[in-house]
């Protein structure tokens, strides 16, 4: 077991205000919230972002529903407009992920029939309404 390891063992194992053995017999005190410091910068705990993680969250959605439009129609692409995925959150906002695929699956039979070519996700519109 390393130095560091051993040392970073011991301070988590002690409460604050705890005088604690350090290598070569040195010794310290553990200054008031040394322990939330040290779990937050060195353990990386950090506080939750629940609302960050929810947009977050929503960007992976739209991004998805984008992706999932591309592949029904035969696309080979990883990347999208911003346009797509902005349009991608605007349904969403409306109706559920299992709605807007059942769109997507309409809408794709519908231009096939058509012969209408789908090039980007706004071409949903039409269908939408």
């Known amino acids: 077991m390393s130095g560091n390891h051993l040392l970073h063992q011991t301070l988590l194992d002690h409460t604050e205000g705890s005088v604690l053995r350090v290598d070569r017999g040195s010794a310290f005190q553990v200054a008031r919230h040394f322990f939330e410091d040290y779990e937050r910068y060195?353990?990386?705990a950090s506080k939750p972002?629940?609302?960050?993680a929810v947009?977050?969250?929503?960007?992976?959605?739209?991004?998805e529903l984008v992706?999932?439009?591309?592949?029904?129609?035969?696309?080979?692409?990883?990347?999208?407009?911003?346009?797509e995925t902005a349009y991608a959150d605007e349904l969403l906002t409306t109706y559920s992920d299992a709605e807007i695929?059942?769109?997507?699956?309409?809408?794709v039979e519908r231009?096939?029939?058509s012969k209408c070519d789908m090039l980007y996700f706004g071409a949903l519109k039409r269908y939408a309404e």
């Open 42 to 44: 060195y353990q990386g």
């Open 49 to 52: 972002r629940h609302l960050a």
């Open 55 to 63: 947009a977050e969250l929503e960007e992976v959605k739209a991004l």
């Open 67 to 83: 992706a999932h439009f591309h592949r029904t129609l035969g696309h080979i692409q990883n990347r999208f407009e911003e346009h």
């Open 101 to 107: 695929r059942d769109l997507i699956a309409y809408a």
């Open 111 to 113: 231009a096939r029939e």
